[in-house]
T-cell receptor, first 114, second 107 residues
């Protein structure tokens, strides 16, 4: 069990650029979740996958946000045409489907849009 | 998922028990109560969960009221490393974290 990993850990980009973040879940976990967290707030749910199927995406913040998990393993979160308001910590978590499914979080990717 | 209410902040003396309350009056019968904590600049960490019965693990104890409308997370001997934001979540999907309780352990 190597834990959930996220890359990059930090990303600075200029407004209008596209960015992509990667999440590698714990290997035996079927579910993968994406959250956004801004200063002083709790994690805000964005979307989640069970294997390669995206089961909930209505919470994605706008059509500039998209996520994929093509082979049911790692996932990517892309933000197109970034805005300064997108500056935040982006967290990934994974869990089993069976049992109570507690989530295990990665360290996050901190995005700064200048 | 159920709506939860937590106090925004609490202090606790080092070595004493920290008791963190959570109201989840809208929780339904099959929804678990989960607790996570987040130390500054790290991802949240799972602590414990429960359905009806009280639970204990190596990190904490969870006391759930009989009507399941509230619960208390107990850290029996708080240390400085327990300073963190603690989130109570009610639900099957565990999506909604709220703003949590910021616990400060004081030397």
């Amino acid at each position: 069990d190597t834990g959930v990993s996220q890359n990059p850990r930090h990303k600075i980009t200029k407004r209008g650029q596209n960015v992509t973040f990667r999440c590698d879940p714990i290997s035996e976990h079927n579910r993968l979740y994406w959250y956004r967290q801004t200063l002083g707030q709790g994690p805000e749910f964005l979307t989640y996958f069970q294997n390669e199927a995206q089961l909930e995406k209505s919470r994605l913040l706008s059509d500039r946000f998209s996520a994929e998990r093509p082979k049911g393993s790692f996932s990517t979160l892309e933000i197109q045409r970034t805005e300064q308001g997108d500056s935040a910590m982006y967290l990934c978590a994974s869990s089993r489907v069976t049992g109570v499914g507690e989530q295990y979080f990665g360290p996050g990717t901190r995005l700064t849009v200048t | 998922d159920a709506k939860t209410t937590q106090p925004p902040s609490m202090d606790c003396a080092e070595g004493r028990a920290a008791n963190l309350p959570c109201n989840h009056s809208t929780i339904s019968g099959n929804e678990y109560v989960y607790w996570y904590r987040q130390i500054h600049s790290q991802g949240p960490q799972y602590i414990i969960h429960g359905l009806k019965n009280n639970e204990t693990n190596e990190m904490a104890s969870l006391i759930i009221t009989e009507d399941r409308k509230s619960s208390t997370l107990i850290l029996p001997h708080a240390t400085l490393r327990d300073t963190a934001v603690y989130y109570c979540i009610g639900g099957i999907n565990q999506f909604y974290f709220g703003t949590g309780t910021s616990l400060t352990v004081i030397p």
